[in-house]
């Protein structure tokens, strides 16, 4: 079936440093990529997102990368900062629009 | 951020009792949606609306079912607890983008 697979579970980034966080999916007529951050006891809030239409997409300090032919999509954080610390999930659309999720990366901040 | 609101913020419960979660939300969206929240597995689907007269199964719809009041109230039920429902659970919307917003969870234990 479906699925997204995120790498690495947990990412540990001295602050200053860059963090990559990587997706890949199965189903080839996904069309969006989200990303959601979650800080510790908080809801997921959407941080970034890409459509097919486009290879890269930036935001201040973070930025996502698309891959169809290979079906990844990357999320990149730079100059990373004590509050990016936080859960990020990656999803792949499915074709009746939901999402189907990555399991999470917990990325830390080291100070 | 108090657009999407759920109820209760925690509980615990036995075994075999009924519990209801609810949502209500002033974004004034049509799409609802109910997910499951477990460490390492990140988000799932359970059941989700496009608008008063649609409901929808996710991927883990079992044990559970839902009723959809109104354009902005969508409750969740638990027919008769078990303790692998322990779980955070969030609603969310989303409009015409796509971004989901989430509730701020409610965390569910059955004993």
């Known amino acids: 079936g479906e699925n997204v697979e995120q790498h690495p579970s947990t990412l540990s980034v001295q602050e200053g440093d860059s963090a990559v966080i990587k997706c890949t999916y199965s189903d080839s007529a996904s069309n969006y990529f989200p990303w959601y951050k979650q800080e510790l006891g908080k809801r997921p809030q959407l941080i970034i997102d890409?459509?097919?239409n486009v290879g890269e997409k930036k935001d201040q300090r973070i930025a996502v990368t698309l891959n169809k032919t290979a079906k990844h999509f990357s999320l990149h954080i730079t100059e990373t900062q004590p509050e990016d610390s936080a859960v990020y999930f990656c999803a792949a659309s499915r074709r009746d629009y939901q999402l189907i999720w990555g399991a999470g990366t917990k990325l830390i901040i080291k100070p | 951020d108090a657009d999407v609101t759920q109820t209760p913020r925690n509980r615990i419960t036995k075994t075999g009792k009924r519990i209801m979660l609810e949502c209500s939300q002033t974004?004034?969206?049509?799409?609802m949606y109910w997910y499951r929240q477990d460490p390492g597995l990140g988000l799932r689907l359970i059941y989700y609306?496009?608008?008063?007269?649609?409901?929808n199964k996710g991927e883990i719809s079992d044990g559970y079912s839902v009723s959809r009041q109104a354009q902005a109230k969508f409750s969740l039920s638990l027919e008769s607890a078990i303790p692998n429902q322990t779980a955070l659970y969030f609603c969310?919307?989303?409009?015409?983008?796509?971004?989901?917003?989430f509730g701020e969870g409610s965390r569910l234990t059955v004993l």
């Open positions: 609306s496009f608008d008063v007269k649609d409901i």
């Open positions: 969310a919307t989303s409009g015409n983008t796509g971004e989901l917003f």
């Open positions: 974004k004034g969206h049509d799409r």
């Open positions: 890409i459509r097919s």
